[in-house]
């Protein structure tokens, strides 16, 4: 892009110029050099440098996600040829210019995401090409559009009514939603704090849209019914996706069962609803493949009536249940395959893992808030299983309150398992080397704020998880060492344990044996090792016992003092805030090292080896490292870099004690 922009003799021929990237380590292009553009896009902005009497023939403008820009240049509705202008995300949009009627050719505005906008400018429907307008906010101040504006706009696609308690039953009459037939995505949004029912039931009423509508989205309506449309099978038979959120008031449903294209229904507060359907029937939800419930704190059953036939959700795929007390029992569902369960109590969760779906469910997502019940989860028999994904968030009933009893059944069940979750364990004091045992398959393994971590309970080490790619540890304060770490690791991934003295599982004399160790053919700086300390393995396996090891980041891990292997397979090393660590020689020559990025190491003083032995390193970035000695760096060769970023290398960190967010280093 900077070869373009210094070509200035092809720049008035220019007509499309895009720009994904962010703006933050460079300058805005200057557009006046691009007389002729058709198409621009830019992202990562404080501030547009948009000149608009330069962009006359322009036709699409890309803004989307430009988080900063909070209104828009004014002499942006001189852009009179614009036929599509994507604001998309910019989340702290307050403004839209208050002539953009005169942009008469805009046919495509995208408006959605913006959830900072207080209205929208004046004469809005005078722009009677626009066939889009994905959000439109009603205003209560005098010179905003009302939703009348809308009458003689021909939309599709998609529309987000939001302010709606502003709106009267007059013009959501005049807007006419009815007569637009190509819209098929209509959301309708009032403020949580309103409380003029009625008003609210005659503008809901008045806003029924075309049949051909697929997707209703209603949010914080307080009316105590909904009107005839919203309930009607004739207005909305082409309904595959409904969600109803916040309408606290209403005592009267749709029979949702009856909806037979809906695919997708959500139900979020709604405060008075107790169950689905009031008969049980063979033909209700016979298209629902994904049901989602929250937050609904009277709801106790599928069914009102408990006549009739058992209600069956013949096709449904995905289940996801959160903080509806009530509740006790699952969903007839032959065909589940993904569940979640969030529960203040373990109720539901215990029911899921005795129940038949753990036979047919590949993806299962639990999190009980309750850490200091420990229910007993007692199983009749063993089974198949052919779950891929576990998620498990407190938990308690899955691990033994005492570490001496033996392992909870169920984990013997996992020997297909591909990704395990473990967040906010608290009876995890150690390592769960018995249920590690039977995930033979395991691929992922990700353990999240499990405070009371601490490491092996005896020192017997066996070695786990024999087919382990990615081990990610988080806020595990009290963690003190790893487990016996598998051959098969490609991606390691630890964050903010400030007990953490090591990345192997191995006791401080076999690290300190390991530096230590006198070899030419691998480890020249560490010598001393005395032979009788080294198990009866191969060198080579105890040198480098990671062999496939691609990916290793560490960050804020207060007490690290070893990374004590050669890692020959490795691509990326990323070391952030590791204040004790003092050296890295002794991960030998990283042949194939293409990134190295440190910092916040203020004790740290040398890095592995000389990058002049790095032939494949393309990234490198040291900041607030004053240890290291930055003459001998600057002395290498360092010409063929495509990003080298060692201007702070040498200085102390200004923000030493501030803790990262853990997904920088994923």
């Keep these: 892009m900077d070869e373009c922009t210094n070509q200035k003799k092809h720049s008035t021929s220019l007509q499309t110029l895009l720009y994904p990237d962010s703006f933050s380590r460079g300058s805005a292009p200057h557009l006046s050099m691009y007389s002729h553009l058709r198409a621009l896009q830019l992202f990562g902005l404080r501030k ?190 082409r309904l595959t996706e409904l969600h109803l959120d916040g309408c606290t008031m209403c005592e009267e449903f749709p029979q949702f069962g009856q909806f037979n294209a809906l695919e997708v229904l959500v139900l979020e507060r709604l405060n008075k609803l107790q169950s689905l359907c009031s008969h049980n029937s063979s033909a209700a939800f016979p298209a629902l493949k994904d049901l989602r419930l929250a937050n609904l704190e009277l709801f106790e059953r599928w069914v009102a009536s408990t006549e009739g036939e058992e209600l069956v959700f013949p096709v449904l795929e995905k289940v996801q249940i959160e903080n509806c007390p009530k509740l006790t029992t699952l969903p007839e569902a032959p065909k589940l395959k993904v569940m979640k369960l969030r529960e203040e109590k373990a109720q539901l969760s215990l029911s899921i893992f005795r129940s038949r779906y753990m036979s047919c469910l590949s993806k299962l997502s639990v999190f009980v808030k309750d850490t200091e019940a420990t229910p007993t989860l007692k199983l009749d028999q063993d089974r198949e299983v052919s779950l891929l994904e576990l998620w498990v968030d407190g938990c308690n009933f899955l691990f033994p309150s005492n570490p001496s009893q033996p392992a909870v059944a169920v984990w013997k069940w996992f020997g297909q398992l591909e990704e395990l979750v473990i967040e906010d364990c608290d009876i995890l004091t150690y390592w769960p080397e018995e249920e590690f045992q039977s995930l033979i398959s395991l691929k992922s393994l990700t353990i999240d704020n499990c405070s009371k971590l601490m490491g092996y309970r005896t020192r017997g080490r066996d070695q786990l998880l024999p087919n382990l790619i990615k081990l990610r540890i988080y806020n595990c304060e009290s963690l003190t060492e790893l487990f016996v770490l598998p051959t098969s690791l490609v991606h390691i991934f630890v964050v903010d344990c400030d007990s953490l003295e090591s990345i192997l599982g191995q006791d401080d004399r076999e690290l300190e044996s390991l530096q230590n160790f006198d070899t030419t053919a691998s480890l020249e700086n560490c010598s001393d090792l005395a032979p009788t300390s080294m198990p009866e393995q191969s060198l080579t396996a105890r040198i480098n016992p990671l062999p496939c090891l691609k990916t290793l980041s560490i960050g804020d891990c207060k007490k690290l003092r070893f990374v004590p292997a050669q890692l020959d397979a490795l691509l990326d090393l990323y070391i952030d805030n590791c204040n004790v660590l003092e050296s890295l020689d002794c991960l030998g020559d990283l042949p194939l090292l293409t990134t190295l990025n440190l910092q916040r190491c203020k004790r740290l003083a040398s890095v592995p080896r000389s990058f002049a032995n790095y032939s494949a390193l393309r990234e490198l970035t040291i900041e607030y490292c004053p240890a290291i000695n930055m003459k001998a760096l600057y002395g290498q060769r360092l010409d063929s870099l495509e990003i080298k970023d060692l201007s702070h290398a040498g200085l102390c960190d200004p923000d030493e004690g501030v803790k990262m967010n853990p997904w920088n280093l994923v």
Aim: hydrophobic fraction near 35%.
């Design 48 to 237: 547009l440098p948009l000149r608009p009497r330069h962009l006359q023939h322009l036709r699409y403008l890309d803004l989307s996600s430009n988080w900063c820009i909070k209104e828009l240049p004014k002499e942006i509705s001189v852009l009179y040829n614009l036929q599509t202008l994507n604001l998309t995300f910019c989340i702290n949009l307050d403004r839209l210019p208050k002539d953009m009627k005169y942009m008469t050719n805009l046919r495509h505005l995208y408006t959605n995401g913006c959830t900072s906008l207080k209205c929208m400018p004046p004469d809005l429907g005078q722009l009677t090409s626009l066939q889009t307008l994905t959000y439109f906010v009603v205003g209560s101040s005098h010179g905003c559009s009302t939703i009348k504006e809308l009458q003689d706009l021909n939309l599709g696609g998609e529309l987000k009514l939001s302010g709606l308690h502003y709106a009267i039953e007059e013009d959501a009459k005049a807007c006419g939603l009815g007569n637009k037939e190509k819209l098929t995505h209509l959301s309708l949004e009032w403020n949580d704090d309103s409380t003029e029912l009625d008003q609210q039931r005659n503008v809901l009423d008045a806003l029924k849209p075309h049949a051909a509508l697929e997707f209703l989205q209603i949010n914080s309506y307080k009316g105590i019914g909904f009107p005839t449309w919203v309930t009607s099978l004739n207005v909305l038979q």
